[in-house]
């Protein structure tokens, strides 16, 4: 059964490699892939789901010696555009990444997890608005950072704190239990089936010019 919500993403893989994930508030999905691009812009490719973008991004990177590329799958859903990367994102789009997304007014929301990382660092969450970072935090706190850093933390301490996150011992638990504060306090929506199982518009965003 599809999640609405965003607590979902704690129990599942969305790549191999973990997820990276924005969620906008004053844009559309190709709105937000257009400011996550670099160079001449995004490259539209063929709709695609998350086994099909990760293939095509396989291929490309063989064809032209290189391991650089990074596609966003993107969408609009509950007055929210998204894109959801794949590719070589780590260390790239996050975590927050911060390069003019949210000017204009825009309100962002990234959802990172490293997961193959060898240091295996919690997954975090920030927020930005008018091309400014709000808040953020790491969402497994036990044996990392309890800070909740940025001018608008108390936007969600009360919340992290009353949901016994800092103390939460298992980083499952932990993870989950932050996606549902996330998911009540800024109203974030993003449905498993659309991201698991469907066909998206799907674009190239870093990496993607022959050198």
């Not at 539209?44 to 095509?56: D, N, R």
């Not at 990074?70 to 790239?92: E, K, M, N, Q, T």
């Amino acid at each position: 059964m599809s999640s609405g919500g965003i607590t979902w993403i704690a129990d599942e893989d969305i790549s191999w490699l973990g997820y990276c994930i924005k969620l906008a508030r004053g844009l559309t999905g190709e709105q937000l892939a257009a400011r996550l691009a670099v160079g001449g812009g995004p490259v539209p490719v063929q709709a695609t789901t998350g086994p099909q973008v990760e293939e095509l991004i396989d291929g490309l990177d063989a064809e032209r010696g290189d391991t650089d590329s990074i596609a966003v799958r993107y969408g609009d859903y509950a007055g929210l555009g998204f894109a959801v990367a794949y590719g070589h994102w780590p260390s790239v789009l996050g975590p927050a990444y911060h390069d003019g997304t949210s000017r204009d007014g825009v309100h962002v929301f990234e959802l990172y997890h490293e997961k193959q990382n060898p240091k295996v660092p919690p997954p975090s969450f920030a927020y930005f608005h008018d091309d400014h970072y709000a808040c953020g935090f790491d969402m497994y706190m036990h044996t990392w950072s309890q800070e909740i850093t940025g001018p608008g933390a108390d936007l969600i301490r009360a919340d992290i704190i009353a949901a016994g996150i800092p103390e939460e011992r298992t980083r499952g638990t932990a993870h989950r239990a932050s996606l549902g504060v996330l998911e009540r306090r800024f109203e974030l929506a993003l449905p498993s089936d659309l991201i698991l199982g469907a066909s998206l518009p799907t674009a190239l965003v870093r990496g993607q010019q022959p050198r």
